[in-house]
């Protein structure tokens, strides 16, 4: 039986220490067989017998539990050093995500005119001749509605050709003063270098009392909402014509890749158009109801804005979906 006690405490693992149990204290074990031989000892020695394999019994199972134990610590400790997890090691992030450059290019828009109190509006994508059109001083068969490529429904309906009945839907709803913007989607029969069917433009509006602004305020705001964009650039309003306001301008910045020198960008001008503006024309206050008021407003491209801004030559790959573009806007 010491040999027994020996074999237990040399057990070398788990496994090997199951195996002397079964050897030991099994059915069919060593310790079964010491207790069958009880029935052919002589009675009085019976008890003695009995109180003698017992005691051995006690002491084996003693030392099999010490065993155990010890054994099970053992396996526990190697448990938790194989899974030891190291939190100071820097983890697997995956692939980071990131705003599309049109979307990074409008915030950057939009933070300057919300810091500015103006509301941002939206609009319907599917908009109708009246608020896309006719409100905006451009009645049916005026020659300026050439100047936009609609896309029509069946219904007389029409994708929004510019942010501009955005306008109109908000003088419709809201009482002067206003100061908003509107940015969004806006659609154009158009596909090439820098036209896409689809693109986004920020309208912008200001409307208060009669004289309270003038193209001073237009001037002033636009001049530094450019300096906020483009940095330090030089800018330049030169008359043009919208049917919806008058005075009209388009507005230039001084040509940032060449600094105004010429090059293949500006057309060798030394400019680069940026803006359309002006002050609201009557007819537009007219056609929503509102009497003694002054305003102005303005519209720009946001991709344009975004092209400029990353010098992206083709404006189509922005809406290509290429990572490898994509990727570099992070
Ligand atoms: N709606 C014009 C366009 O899509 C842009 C524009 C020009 C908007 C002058 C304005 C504006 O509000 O005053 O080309």
Not at 72 to 78: H, I, Q, S, T
Not at 117 to 141: C, I, M, Q, R, Y
Not at 149 to 159: K, Q
Request: charged share 25%.
């Amino acid at each position: 039986m010491e040999t027994l006690q020996e074999r237990i405490k040399e057990a070398s693992s788990l496994e090997a220490l199951e195996k002397i149990r079964v050897e030991i204290f099994g059915k069919k074990g060593l310790l079964a067989a010491e207790f069958a031989k009880l029935k052919d000892v002589p009675g009085p020695e019976k008890k003695a017998f009995a109180e003698g394999l017992n005691h051995q019994k006690s002491a084996l199972q003693e030392t099999f539990e010490s065993t155990l134990a010890a054994l099970k610590a053992v396996a526990l400790e190697e448990q938790l050093v194989a899974e030891t997890i190291d939190v100071s090691l820097y983890g697997n992030l995956g692939e980071k995500g990131a705003l599309h450059p049109v979307a990074q290019t409008m915030d950057k828009i939009i933070d300057y005119f919300v810091a500015l109190n103006f509301s941002v509006e939206t609009g319907p994508l599917v908009e109708d001749d009246f608020h896309n059109f006719e409100a905006l001083n451009l009645p049916k068969h005026h020659p300026a509605r050439d100047m936009q490529d609609t896309f029509y429904f069946a219904d007389g309906g029409l994708l929004r050709t510019h942010t501009s009945p955005a306008q109109i839907r908000t003088m419709l709803k809201e009482k002067p003063p206003i100061r908003m913007i509107a940015p969004g989607a806006v659609f154009r029969r158009d596909y090439d270098l820098t036209h896409t069917p689809m693109f986004h433009q920020v309208e912008g509006l200001v409307v208060e009392e009669k004289g309270k602004v003038s193209f001073a305020n237009l001037k002033a705001i636009l001049t530094d909402f450019l300096h906020h964009m483009f940095g330090d650039v030089e800018v330049r309003f030169r008359p043009s014509f919208f049917p919806f306001t008058e005075p009209s301008a388009e507005v230039d910045i001084s040509c940032i890749f060449c600094k105004g020198s010429g090059c293949r960008v500006c057309s060798h001008t030394g400019w680069l158009e940026v803006l359309g503006s002006g002050v609201v024309d009557p007819n537009v206050f007219k056609a929503v109801g509102y009497e003694n008021v002054s305003g102005y407003a303005f519209g720009l491209g946001v991709e344009r804005f975004a092209m400029l801004m990353h010098e992206i030559p083709d404006l189509r790959s922005l809406f290509e979906g290429d990572i490898r573009l994509l990727e570099q806007f992070r």
